[in-house]
Nanobody
């Protein structure tokens, strides 16, 4: 059974940094587009960042541009979300996702992604 598992969440003060990891198992994800989404209480799940199979093409939401970076290590079947200068509005459950069926272009909508992790909580205090 293929699955994605996130880790690295926690409580951090505003201005701090966290690095989230998402590791796949049960199949390789090294040839597919991967992404991060987040969902704050009472809000819709929103796109954060996506990365293509090689890591050369990336897309980052405007709300986190310049602060968050998405990376991948295909040898480890893992992607990362490096989050710097965190703000209280970044507080959310962060999910990773894989687009195993879809295309070659980076997607920003939830429907594009077929596998999802269980999420990891990130809380930023002011």
């Amino acid at each position: 059974q293929a699955q994605l598992v996130e880790s690295g969440g926690g409580l951090v003060q505003a201005g701090g940094s966290l690095r989230l990891s998402c590791t796949g198992s049960g199949r390789t994800f090294d040839s597919v587009i991967m992404a991060w989404f987040r969902q704050a209480p009472g809000k819709e799940r929103e796109f954060v960042a996506a990365i293509n199979w090689s890591g050369r093409n990336k897309l980052v939401a405007d709300s986190v541009k310049g602060r968050f970076t998405v990376l991948r290590d295909n040898a480890k079947n893992t992607i990362y979300l490096q989050m710097n200068d965190l703000k209280p509005e970044d507080t959310a459950v962060y999910y990773c996702a894989a687009d195993v069926i879809g295309g070659t272009e980076l997607g920003t909508t939830k429907l594009r992604y077929d596998y999802w992790g269980q999420g990891t909580q990130v809380t930023v205090s002011s």
